[in-house]
């Protein structure tokens, strides 16, 4: 790291970086209409308690890596082998770059770009993007990974979003009056700009030692932003948009401690609302915002 101020709160937490906290279990609902069937006390005292199923082996070649690299070099494992793990976790790699599923997504997609190079790989992004060549490499792939993003975005919501479904009512039409239906000619409105939903960025204080850049959907709906520091990580300029390089001498955001980004008030990203430091409060206007969001 090349700022010489002082280590100050992390963005993540320790269990992030060590690999120990929970993820998201993909699935259905838990949730349930139906009452839970009552039981025999007696019944249920005298069972023998079932052990618990021991987990999947992890492959030997990604668990070789993850042994190899741990804690802050932990995107290590990724650039050294991305072969070694399965297309759950990467999601494309070249003798450049490999983008990733971020193991603890903060939003409904956020995956990590991950540069390769020897010269770059574990410079501080200040450092590293100071070079004109590689941040042109940088921001030219990261426009990449932003467009397949927005394009997962839109398989995934797109069905419930009232622009698509406006844009997909006028397509049929067209193509109706197109097979002899009659009429005027009919205006397509251009849909939703899931692009427009997609942020990409790289925080000014990174808490793993590998370069990566954030490319992630605009909702913050996850089950893994658990405290503040973990949401003004992505919604202050403690977290620097690519296409903002190369920064100036004198930007502010290369002294995020001193600026105090991440103990700034909560603020709604999408209404602007206020939520101070109460963090359940902001989660739970979150969730309406997320219904609203994917509707528009």
Not at 9 to 32: H, L, N, R, V, W
Not at 34 to 57: D, G, H, S, V
Not at 182 to 202: L, S
Not at 219 to 242: A, E, G, Q, W
Request: net charge positive; hydrophobic share 30%.
């Amino acid at each position: 790291m090349s700022s010489t101020e002082p280590e100050g709160d992390e963005a993540i937490t320790k269990e992030e970086i060590t690999g120990q906290a929970s993820t998201p279990i993909p699935g259905p609902s838990q949730s349930s209409s139906k009452q839970p069937r009552l039981r025999n006390a007696f019944t249920e005292l005298m069972k023998p308690t079932p052990k618990p199923p021991p987990p999947p082996p992890a492959p030997p070649r990604a668990s070789n890596l993850t042994n190899r690299f741990k804690n802050r070099d932990g995107l290590g494992a990724y650039t050294a082998d991305p072969t070694a793990f399965p297309p759950s976790r990467v999601i494309y790699h070249d003798d450049r770059f490999v983008a990733i599923h971020d193991l603890y997504p903060k939003a409904t997609i956020h995956t990590l770009l991950l540069s390769r190079s020897p010269a770059h790989a574990l410079l501080h992004p200040f450092d590293a993007l100071d070079d004109p060549a590689f941040l042109a490499d940088v921001q030219a792939e990261a426009l990449r990974l932003r467009a397949l993003v927005a394009k997962e975005l839109r398989r995934r919501l797109g069905a419930g979003s009232e622009r698509e479904r406006r844009r997909e009512r006028a397509l049929a039409e067209q193509q109706v009056q197109g097979g002899g239906g009659g009429g005027g000619e009919v205006e397509i409105p251009a849909g939703r700009d899931w692009e427009a939903e997609i942020r990409v960025g790289i925080h000014s204080r990174p808490s793993m030692n590998h370069l990566h850049v954030h490319v992630f959907s605009r909702d913050m709906h996850s089950p893994c932003m658990k405290h503040r520091k973990h949401y003004n990580s992505f919604n202050t300029p403690f977290l620097i948009d690519v296409a903002d390089f190369p920064l100036a001498k004198d930007d502010p955001r290369r002294h995020p401690g001193h600026q105090g980004y991440l103990d700034r008030s909560l603020r709604c990203w999408r209404c602007g609302k206020e939520f101070g430091n109460k963090f359940k409060a902001l989660k739970d206007h979150l969730e309406e915002e997320f219904e609203e969001w994917k509707r528009e």
